[in-house]
């Protein structure tokens, strides 16, 4: 196994986890912020209020985007078995 495909397959796996990340990460942000600005508006300065909405929104997004998640985690893992021959060389 050569070092470009070590840094092939370690690229691979980083923009996998960027993707899969992603939409969670991005929902807590939106949320976040509505969170905060409303309560700035309001000067409701409550840690639960902030919580309890982003815990919901992420929980949903993992609902609408699991499937997805999983999908193409399970086609980076064939991938990377179907690669393990031409690694070894053979």
């Known amino acids: 196994m050569d070092t470009t495909a070590v840094l092939d397959i370690g690229l691979d796996a ?4 960027a993707k899969l990340s ?3 990460l991005v929902t807590a942000l939106v949320v ?16 639960t209020l902030s919580f309890v909405p982003k815990a919901i929104a992420v929980a949903v997004a993992l609902l609408i985007a699991g499937h997805w998640m999983i999908s193409e985690l399970v086609a ?6 179907e690669r393990i021959p031409g690694l070894l060389g053979g």
Do not use: D, K, N, R
């Not at 980083?14 to 986890?17: D, N, S, T, Y």
């Open 22 to 24: 992603a939409p969670i």
């Open 32 to 47: 976040g912020f509505a969170v905060s600005l409303l309560q700035s508006i309001t000067q409701v300065q409550e840690v």
């Open 14 to 17: 980083v923009i996998l986890a």
């Open 76 to 81: 980076f893992t064939h991938e990377m078995f």
